[in-house]
């Protein structure tokens, strides 16, 4: 333990390094070679840790100090953050070469690495909160970073304001927590046992607080406008890790602190998880700015995360332990998937960025024969992501639809019509995805170059190479070895719900059995076996007995020559049959044509419209609610000297009444 | 009274929900016609198989009249009213056909969530029909909501009526006056309709009833 | 062990063989139903042949993907179609996967062919690929309530489990099941691209979903392909066999007696099937493509009712 607070530790000293050094040219290495160093020794002794450790340091407020604790869940969450903070280092190590301010990027990111480490760590309030504002600062100084673009500014502005929101909601959940005993400490908050209204009210705070962070809709307004704004590292990390993060901390209150779970918050979270994975992959597919795209997915992504938590608490409120437990580990699981693919997906594009300098994919093209081995990445990454077999995003929304399946017979109505509606959305957004990650891919990389900048791509360093085909082995792994992944989270779950799934580790073939034989089972050291097999026998036969000639030629252009890449579809076009189906109702989308008149030589215009319903609906007018109401107290600031008196006398007769009151 | 029984009960009353699921996703007027159709002869159907396993022989009237009043002569004049007013044949709906299948199921599952925790000590098999029936009764009531076209809402009346008589049969002992009595008054709310819509269509030459919010005398 | 090797082994060789003659046959009765003599009846295995041993060509700005991506769809399609239990239950790798698994795997030879449509670069590949994924958009979240409704019925996804329960309990005629099984042909007829929702035989560029895909292919990927796609068929006629209606399914072990009965069962369930579809394609038109999202919303809602009604009660 007091390794892992002096690697912490050493994390903050190389924040205060690189403000020194980090404008020389050895500078990055050091600093993120540092960082780099620093997360995997805390990865390695978080996941070698057995035990449980605690410890008290004199930091902080006088009468508590700063409580740390690395219990199962922690160990579980530190794990995730170091993998992901390890992986970005690595990427940022070549990646940084072209930052153009690196003294604007460099400090901020072993401070927010190291804060990210001590809200996972933190066993008191204080230090919580404490730590996710660190996090949130310099993840804010890290989105303003290229403070010549307006659009980075705008979208720190907004992440500052819904950062503070966030902590204002935990603080106010917090207190209600210590208010039995008065002590801020989870060990006095978690023998609390609040009574149902507290709970509920503690659970919503967490959940506004948590999910803004996360990205829940409708307070996910902020994520797709800051997290591109960042270096692509540091995207990795938000979307990656930070969201992560803000999943912790409603696990840690909802399921840790509380005790409890009340099956109509579980209807509430099952509802807002299921809107979120759809709407966030709705409007991914509307997106084509490659990393604005990758954010809104994480919203998907998140959406069903908390799926598998409603589940969870859905089953724990009717005393079913083995049905949370499959539903926290299957959430769980993808709360370390979605790490693994998000954070590859951010390093590939900003591979792109780096190699064209586009990020928009209308300008993209063709890149699978200039960039082999990141193109290769890229595509392992979009295939986990859209939970293909035998990559691991399929393995934890299999693991999904079991705890789905699981219970048909809950007592509650809210429930017996919420899952199934909830199983529904989740099938819908996966196969959304798919679709998402089809465009994705098939703009961007495939095809022929769109403009000259995607025809002149070279591929990028060793270091993001390195760190990208990484977290790409890392996806195949957990997909084919899916019970090592869920035995790790055993210890978590257990401790969460008081109970575990079978122990994976003994099964013949490495299979996966989550409930019992009969019932359902999947191996993916099997299927992938059997597909490569067949995939190798097939090709051997046909090249052997038929014929392996090729021949190189045009493709087919129905007898009109040279039709240039600008004939081919677009990531609007290929988004355009989707969005007449769902985008009507969600965007309240219309196209409409202009043409001119036979004759003309203008161009016809098609110009569709989308409506954000959320910016519209929750943000727009409460901007303008506050701008309204702050417009009307500035007028305070320009009061006589004798109005200024008044309010002063005003207060003090106030309070003396008050005084006599109270007596 | 379990096994087949049951089973081809709430098989036909399934059926019916699905048959007005079906009217739901219909655009053209013919085809919703003929499903309103195949809707009340499902419902003959329904009723003749409760005669059968609760040996209530004036049953089978009810589904006699099912069978012929609104199986073969109702849609048979609706086409007809169709023919004579020459409408154009598509239906307009108000949201798009996706979002009141939604609602539909939705409403489903409602009636489904209402009736039956609260008929617990009621006969197994009656219950589900009665739930089943309240859904056909709410689909009905929406279609009625969600279209612009007076013969749709037309359709959806008659639907809604079917679903009346789902309800009634299943809960054992509907006297055979109350069902003449219904159908009586079905028939001249029928008439009056039918009137009503060549008025409306002498004087406006449209059959839309947002026609006729223009002509209300509240203008603004 | 060697009888279930034996077993396993030959369903695998039995799905490669007659996935070719389904087709074959739906369209010689197409024809017959049009009054036209149609091609012979084993014509797609000498369509096969004939592919194999063509020179393939490639266009010039095709990459590795497009020459690899016949091989791994066929591959995987195969690895799908055998994970279905045809004549007999609990194969030897059947626990492997289940129904959601299989689904799964079929979405990712979609995702892979629809790379590989977007891989030239031109827009006839971008026209399929798009409407593609819009079909798939639905048609899987379709499936997947289809199979929940199967699974809650049956008490698992195990398709062993599930065809043993069909057959020994005796489930009777459930409001569920019977709108599992229009919902599962709705995907079907979707997802093997078939009229109404495509034209398996079209090549016109406002009609084509899927062929539109596979326009540059040619020779040996081709034929890949195109047994990849019968294979597909197959598949969904044995899982339809296999669940709705598994008379003749060999359970646990017997006698080979009892598997030939086993497979002449299943090649009767397969003429069946093909019947049914040889006629529905001939009496009924092809859809416009913005219609086809109405289709199988029907699907996607027909499953979603009988999932909730299965939550919400015991006997539906």
Same mark, same amino acid.
């Given at each position: 333990m007091t390794i892992i607070l002096a690697c912490v530790a050493g994390l903050l000293a190389l924040a205060l390094l690189a403000a020194v050094i980090g404008a020389s040219e050895r500078g990055r290495p050091i600093v993120y070679g540092g960082s780099l160093a620093l997360c995997a020794t805390i990865l390695v002794l978080a996941v070698s840790m057995q035990s449980e450790a605690s410890l008290v340091l004199p930091l902080g407020l006088p009468w508590l100090g700063a409580h740390l604790r690395l219990d199962a869940l922690a160990r579980v969450f530190l794990a995730l953050v170091d993998l992901g903070g390890a992986g970005a280092c690595l990427y940022a190590i070549g990646y940084g070469r072209h930052e153009a301010a690196p003294l604007r990027v460099l400090p901020f990111v072993p401070a927010f690495l190291a804060g990210m480490n001590l809200v996972v760590l933190a066993a008191d309030a204080y230090t919580f909160l404490f730590a996710w504002e660190l996090m949130s600062l310099a993840s804010w100084a890290l989105v303003v970073s290229d403070h010549r673009s307006a659009e980075a500014v705008r979208a720190g502005f907004v992440y500052l304001v819904m950062a503070t929101f966030s902590a204002l909601m935990l603080l106010l959940a917090f207190g209600m927590l210590a208010a039995p005993h008065g002590s801020y400490a989870f060990a006095q908050m978690r023998g609390g046992g609040p009574g149902a209204?507290?709970?509920?009210?503690?659970l919503a705070l967490a959940l506004v607080g948590a999910g803004s962070k996360a990205g829940l809709v409708p307070l996910h307004a902020w994520l797709p406008l800051a997290h591109p704004a960042a270096p692509s590292h540091v995207s990795a990390l938000m979307s990656g890790v930070m969201t992560k993060v803000a999943v912790y901390a409603f696990i840690r209150i909802a399921f840790d602190l509380l005790g409890v779970s009340s099956w109509w918050s579980a209807v509430v979270v099952l509802a807002l998880g299921g809107l979120t994975a759809v709407l966030g992959v709705l409007y991914a597919l509307m997106q084509h700015d490659l990393k604005r795209l990758l954010a809104y997915h994480t919203v998907e992504n998140i959406g069903i995360i908390f799926i598998g938590l409603g589940l969870a608490m859905a089953f724990r409120a009717n005393g079913f332990a083995a049905g949370a437990a499959l539903a926290l580990t299957a959430a769980l699981f993808?709360? $370390?998937?979605?790490? *693994? $693919?998000?954070?590859? *997906? $951010?390093?590939?594009?900003?591979?792109v960025l780096t190699a064209t300098g586009e990020r928009d994919m209308e300008h993209l093209g063709g890149l699978i024969h200039r960039m082999r081995l990141s193109s290769v990445a890229f595509l392992i990454g979009c295939a986990a992501i859209s939970a293909l077999p035998p990559l691991n995003g399929f393995v934890s929304e299999w693991l999904t639809f079991q705890a789905i399946l699981l219970r048909p017979d809950l007592p509650q109505w809210g429930l017996k019509v919420m899952i199934p509606a909830d199983g529904a959305l989740l099938a819908l957004a996966a196969a959304l995805a798919a679709a998402c990650f089809v465009k994705v891919f098939g703009v961007s990389f495939l095809g022929r170059p769109r403009t000259s900048a995607a025809a002149r791509a070279v591929e990028v360093d060793r270091w993001s190479l390195v760190a990208m085909l990484g977290f790409a082995a890392l996806c195949l792994l957990a997909g084919i070895f899916p019970g090592v992944m869920i035995d790790a989270l055993a210890p978590a779950v257990q401790q969460l719900v008081g109970g575990r799934l079978p122990v994976q580790s003994g099964l013949p073939w490495l299979s996966v059995v989550p409930i019992a034989d009969s019932r359902s089972s999947y191996d993916g050291l099997v299927v992938l076996g059997f597909i490569i097999v067949s995939a190798s026998l097939a090709a051997v036969a046909v090249h052997e007995l038929a014929s392996r000639a090729v021949r190189r030629s045009r493709a087919w252009d129905c007898g009109y020559p040279g039709l240039g890449p600008t004939t081919?579809?677009?990531?609007?076009?290929?988004?355009?049959?989707?969005?007449?189906?769902?985008?009507?109702?969600?965007?309240?989308?219309?196209?409409?044509v202009e043409m001119p008149p036979p004759g003309d030589l203008a161009p016809a215009r098609i110009t569709k419209t989308m409506h954000d319903l959320a910016w519209e609906v929750f943000y727009a007018p409460t901007a303008a609610a506050v701008g309204r109401v702050a417009e009307y107290l500035n007028r305070f600031q320009f009061l006589t000297i004798r109005r200024y008196l008044g309010f002063v006398f005003i207060a003090l007769v106030t309070l003396l009444l008050a005084l006599t009151i109270w007596q | 009274m379990h096994g087949l029984d049951f089973d081809v009960a709430h098989m036909l009353a399934g059926g019916l929900v699905l048959v007005s699921l079906m009217m739901l996703y219909q655009d053209r007027l013919y085809a919703l016609i003929n499903t309103l159709a195949l809707h009340a002869f499902i419902l003959a159907l329904s009723v003749a198989w409760q005669a059968y396993i609760h040996n209530a022989p004036h049953l089978y009237i009810t589904a006699a009249i099912a069978l012929g009043f609104k199986a073969l002569i109702v849609p048979a004049a609706l086409r007809n009213i169709v023919f004579r007013l020459g409408i154009h044949r598509e239906i307009e709906t108000v949201v798009g056909i996706g979002v009141t299948m939604l609602v539909g199921i939705g409403l489903v599952a409602l009636s489904l969530e209402v009736m039956l925790p609260v008929t617990t000590r009621a006969d197994p098999l009656a219950r589900e029909d009665i739930a089943l029936a309240l859904s056909v009764v709410l689909i009905g009531l929406l279609m009625m909501v969600t279209r612009?076209?007076?013969?749709?809402?037309?359709?959806?009346?008659?639907?809604l009526e079917n679903g009346i008589v789902l309800a009634a049969t299943g809960a054992q002992g509907m006297p055979l006056v109350v069902e003449i009595s219904v159908a009586f008054s079905v028939l001249i709310a029928f008439i009056v309709i039918g009137i009503f819509l060549f008025r409306i269509r002498e004087r406006f030459d449209t059959v839309d009833v947002g026609a006729l919010d223009s002509f209300r005398g509240e203008h603004e | 062990m060697i009888l279930s090797l034996a077993a396993q082994g030959t369903q695998m060789l039995l799905v490669l063989l007659l996935a070719p003659l389904l087709t074959g046959y739906v369209r010689k009765l197409k024809a017959r139903l049009l009054r036209r003599r149609g091609p012979p009846l084993l014509q797609p295995y000498i369509d096969l042949r004939r592919l194999l041993r063509k020179e393939a060509i490639v266009a010039d700005s095709a990459s590795w993907l497009f020459r690899v991506i016949p091989y791994v769809v066929f591959a995987v399609s195969w690895v799908a179609a055998a994970l279905v239990p045809t004549f007999a239950t609990g194969l030897l790798f059947s626990w492997s996967g289940d129904l959601i698994v299989i689904i799964a795997l079929l979405g990712a030879a979609r995702f892979l062919l629809a790379l590989a449509a977007m891989d030239v670069g031109t827009s006839f590949g971008g026209i399929g690929s798009s409407r593609e994924m819009m079909i798939a958009s639905l048609a899987e979240p379709a499936m997947i309530m289809v199979v929940f409704t199967i699974a809650l019925i049956a008490g698992s996804t195990q398709l062993s489990s599930v065809a043993a329960h069909m057959l020994v309990t005796g489930v009777g005629l459930r409001v569920s099941l019977a709108l599992a099984l229009v919902g599962f042909m709705i995907v079907a007829l979707a997802e093997n691209a078939r009229i109404p929702v495509d034209n398996p035989a079209t090549h016109l560029e406002l009609t084509m979903v899927h062929e539109a895909m596979v326009l540059e292919y040619s020779g040996r990927h081709l034929a890949m392909i195109d047994l990849a796609a019968e294979l597909k068929l197959l598949l969904y006629a044995s899982l339809i066999a296999c669940i709705f209606v598994p008379f003749g399914l060999v359970l646990g072990a017997a006698g080979p007696q009892t598997y030939a009965v086993g497979i002449a069962a299943y090649v009767g369930k397969l003429a069946v099937a093909g019947t049914m579809l040889g006629v529905l394609e001939t009496v009924i038109a092809k859809m416009r493509v913005f219609r086809v999202p109405n289709f199988l919303?029907?699907?996607?809602?027909?499953?979603l009712l009988g999932t909730l009604l299965l939550f919400v009660s015991r006997t539906l």
């Open positions: 209204w507290r709970a509920g009210l503690v993808h709360v $370390f998937n979605h790490m *693994l $693919f998000k954070s590859l *997906l $951010f390093f590939g594009a900003g591979a081919q579809y677009t990531a609007a076009s290929y988004s355009q049959p989707i969005r007449r189906v769902f985008g009507t109702i969600v965007f309240r989308s219309h196209e409409t | 612009r076209n007076a013969v749709s809402q037309v359709a959806g009346f008659m639907s | 919303g029907i699907a996607l809602m027909l499953g």
